[in-house]
């Protein structure tokens, strides 16, 4: 597994952010002679802009795997619910983790937003990626063949880090008829080009700019990364048009959609994991599944030490260590009793204050995420999913079957032998197989479904009917009042 072990990258990274985006910075007219010096002197050669492109990696690394992004999704669509507390104080008792109590109970504030950190580092990101995209034309000792690699990694972060935000923070691509309701600030230059305010896009534009940049890398990848380790480590052609079928699928743009994750399938020389190996290969510490596509894997010190990873929030160590989330019998009871994903349960009992006194309960953590993980941007499941979707809409119900059939069978889960209700089946499916991956809040938005939340949820709002302001966060009032140009989203 590849681990950002380059300190000069780590430091880039941290670097960058000091020149963060109009979004996310309000000091950069003081720290911007100094700064732009470091990045001009970091970027005149090749060793220095992979350095660069490291740390690029490692700030959207940090962003999609720190912080409430990893469980947004799955603990507002109700996949998740919380764990007894292990301090003394509170033993047992069972409370919102701080990190998400306003967002959780839907009343996320603008002043104070649980998701303020994921906004400006998104934009530090993009800013970083743009420097790459300004500089690296002008190297003198880089290939043409390296310079247009080096586009491409930086342009598909630039649209992916976009579309992450779109998807926090603007309504699904349908929610108006045109998509002209509010997207997001679509930055393509770094903030030394000189200081704008600029407004949102629409969301039919945010989508044309995101399609864009992806088509556009899409055209300049090579063969091979310029960065070292495996493979899946870093954007690449196939896991590029895999952020591209997710985004046709957003648009709900079913041929593209179809096209691409088809391609993906038949092209990509990646297969499905076995049923066999299914289990034992999420059960592996620190390594990916065999189908993963993308994984942003985690740094680490020289000597080894990990700064964090996907097992904190999740994963079970001892009686005494164990994440803040685990399954809600919500997500449990849509799997078959022979469906081999339910072994990726680990059963646990532990001590609950309940009315006072303590009582033993049942919790479910997830294997998915052993010993040091990555953060998991795509893998191949996920395509087969798309393609299903798409075919459906494309009125090939049985392609639709045929595609859930591959995944059903692969679960040993019984497998569908009519077209009947699979809009809402397939629905089901991702659920059942992407969860704890980021997927179902998005999900729900996307089919215009109602949220609800059963078992485990401690907030006074369980459910939010559709269409709500609530399925997306409030622009931080930071950044709003940075930039007069900034809109709000409705209610906040």
């Given at each position: 597994m590849k681990y950002f072990k380059n300190r000069t990258a780590f430091k880039f990274a941290l670097l960058f952010t000091l020149l963060c985006s109009l979004q996310g910075c309000s000091d950069f007219l003081e720290q911007e002679p100094g700064t732009q010096i470091s990045i001009t002197e970091q970027l005149k050669n090749k060793q220095g802009m992979l350095q660069a492109v490291n740390g690029m990696y490692r700030g959207l690394e940090a962003n999609v795997r720190g912080g409430v992004f990893p469980v947004y999704a799955d603990v507002q669509g109700g996949n998740l619910k919380f764990t007894p507390s292990t301090t003394a104080s509170s033993l047992g008792l069972i409370s919102i983790p701080s990190p998400i109590t306003n967002l959780y109970s839907f009343e996320d504030q603008s002043d104070n937003s649980n998701f303020s950190s994921f906004y400006s580092n998104s934009y530090s990101t993009i800013n970083q990626s743009n420097l790459i995209l300004e500089f690296v034309d002008a190297l003198p000792d880089a290939t043409e063949a390296e310079k247009n690699q080096i586009k491409a990694e930086a342009l598909t972060v630039r649209a992916y880090s976009h579309f992450l935000l779109s998807e926090v923070y603007s309504q699904n691509y349908s929610y108006t008829d045109d998509a002209s309701h509010l997207g997001i600030v679509y930055n393509k230059a770094s903030l030394v080009q000189g200081l704008t305010y600029p407004a949102r896009e629409t969301v039919a534009n945010t989508y044309t700019l995101i399609i864009d940049d992806i088509t556009k890398a899409l055209n300049l990848y090579a063969d091979a990364s310029l960065l070292t380790g495996p493979a899946y480590s870093y954007f690449n052609k196939t896991s590029a048009k895999a952020l591209l079928a997710r985004v046709y699928l957003s648009k709900k743009d079913w041929k593209n959609a179809y096209e691409t994750s088809n391609d993906i399938i038949l092209n990509s020389r990646v297969s499905l994991v076995n049923s066999a190996d299914y289990i034992a290969q999420w059960e592996q510490p620190d390594l990916p599944v065999s189908e993963i596509l993308l994984e942003f894997t985690i740094p680490k010190t020289t000597d080894g030490t990990a700064s964090g990873s996907l097992s904190v929030p999740f994963g079970y160590t001892s009686a005494t260590v164990y994440g803040d989330y685990a399954a809600s019998q919500d997500l449990l009871d849509l799997y078959e009793s022979n469906d081999i994903r339910k072994q990726l349960f680990l059963e646990k009992t532990i001590p609950t204050l309940v009315n006072l006194q303590f009582e033993n309960k049942k919790y479910y953590f997830t294997k998915k995420f052993q010993g040091n993980p990555g953060y998991v941007a795509f893998r191949l499941s996920?395509?087969?999913?798309?393609?299903?979707?798409?075919?459906?809409?494309?009125?090939?119900?049985?392609?639709?079957?045929?595609?859930?059939?591959?995944?059903?069978?692969?679960?040993?889960?019984?497998?569908?032998?009519?077209?009947?209700?699979?809009?809402?089946?397939?629905?089901?499916?991702?659920?059942?197989?992407?969860c704890f991956e980021g997927h179902l809040l998005f999900d729900i938005a996307r089919n215009k479904k109602d949220i609800s939340r059963n078992d485990g949820c401690i907030s006074l709002n369980c459910s939010l009917t559709y269409p709500s302001p609530k399925y997306i966060m409030p622009i931080p009032r930071y950044n709003i009042n940075l930039n007069p140009n900034l809109k709000q989203n409705e209610s906040y």
């Open positions: 996920e395509q087969y999913l798309i393609r299903a979707e798409a075919a459906l809409k494309l009125n090939n119900p049985e392609k639709a079957k045929a595609d859930i059939n591959t995944i059903r069978a692969r679960s040993n889960a019984t497998l569908l032998t009519d077209t009947n209700n699979l809009e809402e089946l397939l629905f089901i499916e991702r659920r059942k197989e992407l």
